[in-house]
Structure formats: C-alpha cells, structure tokens
C-alpha cells in the first residue's frame, strides 16, 4: 500500500546496504541511513498512541513537521500585510522601522481597504497647528504628596519571569532614555528593573509579591520598605488582566529560578502561586481603604487599580462606593484607573480565556469613562488604557474613547526585536525575550536594545504630534469621539461621538438612570458593600438549576 512505501523502502535500502556491507565497508553508512528511519517505522507500528503513526509509518512524522511549522509557514509567506494575527506584519513592520529609526514612510498608497466595514481615520484641518514639542504628559495624583507626570506612552505590565532578564534591563534603561514608565507586572520590583533607573510603577497583584508574609498574605511592612523608593512613582493595585481576567497564575516549581523566587519573595522548591482574587480585601469598599492604605505606605504616591471589565455590576459596586465617599473621605478615591482590554496581553492563558473572557478595550474604557463622567468623578480620577497599542493613531483613537494616557506591552516586544513567533509560554523565545534560558537570553544585546526602545517611543510620540497638528489640535486632552470617523457600511460612516452613548456630568447622580442598557440594567441594583450580582440576574441563574 501507499502508505506504507517509505517505511518498506526504508527497510528493502536498509537490509540491501548491510548485505552490501560484506564487500563494501562504506556500505555502513547506507545502513545507519536507512536503519534509522526503518527502526522509527517500527516503532509506529508497534506504538499504541497514535493511530495516524500506526497507518501512516514515517509519513505521519512529515505531517506532523509541517504541522509544527504552520504558524511560520502562514505569517512569512500567505497571510497578508494588513492581517492581524494577532498583530498584522504592516504593524509589526512600522515598530521595527521607529525602533531602528529609519524611514517609515510609505509608498503608491494605503494598503487599508478604506471603504472596508470598520476602516477609521480622523479628520484633518485645513488650519492646522504647528505643535513644537511631542513630550506630552498627564499629571496623576494632584492631591498625592507626590504627584507623577507620566508620559501619554508608557509600557504596560511585563513581570520579571515572564521576560528575561535582559529584556527587563533593556526595557528600563529605554524607559529611563525616553522620560516614560516602565510598569513592572505584578512579578514584583527585580534588580534588573532599578539597574536603568527609569521610573517604575509597582503593579501589585493578588500574590502580593515582593510584599508577602510567608502565608502569603500582604506584608505592610515590606511593601513599605519598597514603594518609598525613589525609583517607584505609583502603585497599581491588579484586579484583573486582559489575558486571563477572572484566572490566577501558577509558576511551576520547575520554572522557578532562585533570582524569580528572590525578587517575588516566594520559597525554591514550591509552586508559585498568584491567586484569581486579593485576600486583602473582599468588598468594592473594602479595595478603596486598601488604595488609600498603599497611599499612605508609599508615601503619598498615586495609587490606583487595573482592570478588565466583566460583569458590569462589580464595577458599578466600586463607582458606587466611590460616589458615596468622595466628598466625606475623599483619600479613598483612586488616583487612577487603568483599563485593560480583552484583547489579551503578554501572558500565557487558556484558550478560552484568551479567546472568549473579558470585555475589549474599547468597550471597557468608555464604560469606565462614561461611568466616571455620570458620577462627576472624571476630573479626580486619570484613566489609563492598554490593549493592541503599537501605533500614533492607536493612541489618539484611545484618547478619544476617554483615557488620558496608554499603555502597550507588546508593541515594546516587538521593539525589542520579537518576531511573534508564539512560543512565549514554551521558555523557547527565539529573541531571547520570554524565556529564562541564558542560553537564549544572553545574546539580546542590552544597550541597542535599549536604543530601540527609546526609539519606538520617541517616533511614535513624535508621529502623534503631527497626527494632532493636521487636525488643528495642540494637545492630546483635546481628542474626542468627535475626532474619529468610522466606516459601518459601504455607505455610511458615523463619529464614535454618533455610534456610542456619552453620559453627561452628571447624570448619574440624584438617583437617575440613564437610557444606556448597560447602566439601566445593572446600575441601580449595584451596591458598595459587595461585588454581588443583581436580584434578577440571580432569579436568572436560578431558574436554570430546576
């Protein structure tokens, strides 16, 4: 049969060389040829795992390589430039050329389908203003004895252990360059992240690492003795992220070098365990005494959460409880929110979780915003956001949705020189970027790297002040929804401004209720004292249990 002509022939070869071996010495290597693939034919028959081995003898192997290579195979040579998988290679292509600093330029034309469903753009001025300076910056915690001025581009939570080493350094000391944040991810504070000295902001998760007694609750004192150093500008409290919202994390034992368990302040030996929810505290209040708490530990720094939104209703519980204290307790106010999108990020996470979880930035942002804007709470609180954030017009989109600064965590990967190859959960990055393996990591050159950085920030900052400027606009604070155009059929086009419903200030308050679905159908049942769902999305869940 067919399916079997490889092995057969491997065998016949085989078994022909080794009696050719009688006369002719060289005939051994004719055997060892031959011999190899025969024993591995063998081995297919005889093995009772796989049933394609067992058909397909050796040619099942030839599938399953070219199957391995698929991903390689689609990115490099079929799918298209404007295809996002999950970053397009026009994407890709224009981080590398700001990160290198050459020509990003480009010739005969958009590669944008422009009058394709979704093609956005903004409108441009025939009085367009001259803007001289693109370091634009966002002041956080004005009431904080030690208020931040961050840029409008920083770079987004990447631990210490989901990268390497020299990316942590490179990452820093572009970050330290180019005047931005480097949040650290909520792997804690390492050496390699003070050794540049940019300016970090400590992202506190559920495992309270670099700040945890040994039971693994949160430590004030040790988070004390950290968060007044110099180097940390804010303190990020993460409630969720947009890879895996709702899912702790496990770092093996096996994975667990002695300088990640140093850094975490974790024990060898164990797992490293990051729970899916904080045991500090346990109510939308009881997180808003736990921000003024870092407040006060910290020094007076900024201090506020990160989120991806899920249920609308716990949000809601958390703006009700702001509402409620802003004007009797206003310390317990965030300084800031930052929002994350469902898009998914650097880390690892189930395929669901990835795929189906969470809602996407966009949607996430304008809740928050809106929310915020209802409760007359928008001028107290900076919004931050992250999700698929690599370019100018990225950004200014952002802006306009309702956050005053963004964040991107892969789009400064791929300045450090990752291909996407998808393999930054195997400890096998080809870049030396996600993994822990010196033999990988130790050719990522620290210092060019560095450059890199600093280079995809200053272009890309740059590129959004001419971006402003061809709208007749001076600062980023002046985008809108107004700004950005939307194509929803081959025919009609609508301003987010048309397409989405912005509260006014206000209008939450005295008890009203907006016409918007959402906050019609959650917003009146949240309460501050728990995360808990409606009444009538619990009569729901109960009437699919009988």
């Known amino acids: 049969m067919v399916r079997y002509a490889v092995y057969v022939a491997s065998l016949l070869l085989a078994a022909l060389f080794l009696v050719l071996s009688a006369w002719h010495p060289h005939a051994w290597w004719g055997v060892a040829v031959f011999g190899l693939p025969s024993a591995l034919g063998t081995w297919d028959l005889l093995q009772r795992k796989s049933t394609l081995r067992r058909n397909y003898p050796l040619l099942a192997h030839l599938r399953y390589g070219l199957e391995t290579i698929g991903p390689e195979m689609r990115q490099y040579f079929i799918q298209s430039d404007t295809e996002q998988a999950p ?95 480097h949040d650290t991810g909520e792997g804690s504070i390492s050496p390699y992240h003070r050794e540049g000295g940019g300016d970090l902001v400590w992202e506190l998760g559920s495992g309270y690492f670099g700040c945890r007694n040994e039971d693994g609750s949160f430590s004030e004192e040790r988070f004390a003795t950290q968060a007044r150093d110099p180097q940390v500008k804010m303190v990020e409290i993460k409630l969720s992220q947009g890879a895996k919202p709702g899912h702790g994390g496990v770092l093996p034992a096996a994975k667990l070098t002695a300088e990640i368990a140093a850094t975490r302040g974790v024990p060898m030996g164990r797992d490293c365990v990051s729970p899916a929810r904080h045991s500090a505290f346990s109510t939308p209040l009881e997180l808003l005494q736990f921000v003024a708490r870092l407040r006060e530990l910290s020094g007076g720094k900024p201090t506020g959460f990160k989120l991806a939104i899920g249920h609308p209703w716990e949000w809601f519980a958390i703006a009700k409880a702001m509402a409620e204290q802003a004007e009797s307790r206003p310390g317990l106010l965030p300084d800031f929110i930052v929002v994350d999108g469902a898009e998914g990020g650097t880390g690892a996470a189930p395929a669901e979780f990835i795929d189906h979880v969470g809602v996407p930035m966009h949607e996430g942002l304008m809740l928050v915003h809106n929310t915020l804007v209802g409760l007359n709470l928008r001028e ?145 049942y949240a309460r501050s004292d728990a995360f808990s769902p409606p009444p009538h999305v619990l009569r729901l869940r109960e009437s699919k249990a009988t």
């Open 87 to 181: 970053f397009s290679r026009e994407q890709r292509a224009l981080v590398y050329q700001r990160a290198k600093h050459v020509s990003d330029v480009r010739p005969f034309g958009s590669l944008q389908d422009v009058y394709g469903i979704d093609y956005e753009w903004i409108n441009h001025s025939l009085a367009p203003v001259e803007v001289m300076d693109p370091d634009f910056r966002v002041l956080i915690g004005a009431g904080c004895a030690q208020p931040y001025s961050a840029s409008v581009f920083n770079i987004s939570a990447m631990s210490f252990g989901a990268l390497s080493a020299a990316a942590i350094r490179a990452l820093n000391a572009g970050a330290a360059r180019g005047g931005f944040y």
């Open 380 to 524: 107290r609180i900076r919004i931050g956001a992250a999700g698929k954030i690599v370019s100018a017009f990225d950004i200014a989109r952002t802006l306009a949705m309702g956050a005053d600064w963004c964040n991107a965590a892969r789009g400064f990967m791929f300045a450090l020189g990752c291909i996407q190859s998808l393999s930054c959960h195997t400890n096998r990055c080809p870049t030396g970027i996600a993994t822990q393996d010196p033999a990988r990591w130790k050719h990522l050159d620290v210092p060019d790297k560095a450059t890199r950085v600093y280079e995809f920030h200053r272009n890309t900052v740059s590129a959004l002040r001419d971006l402003l400027g061809a709208a007749g606009l001076s600062h980023p604070s002046q985008l809108g929804p107004e700004h950005i155009l939307r194509r929803v059929s081959p025919i009609e086009v609508r301003s987010l401004a048309a397409l989405y419903r912005f509260l006014a200030p206000g209008e939450l308050l005295g008890g009203r209720v907006p016409g918007h679905a959402v906050f019609r159908d959650f917003w009146p």
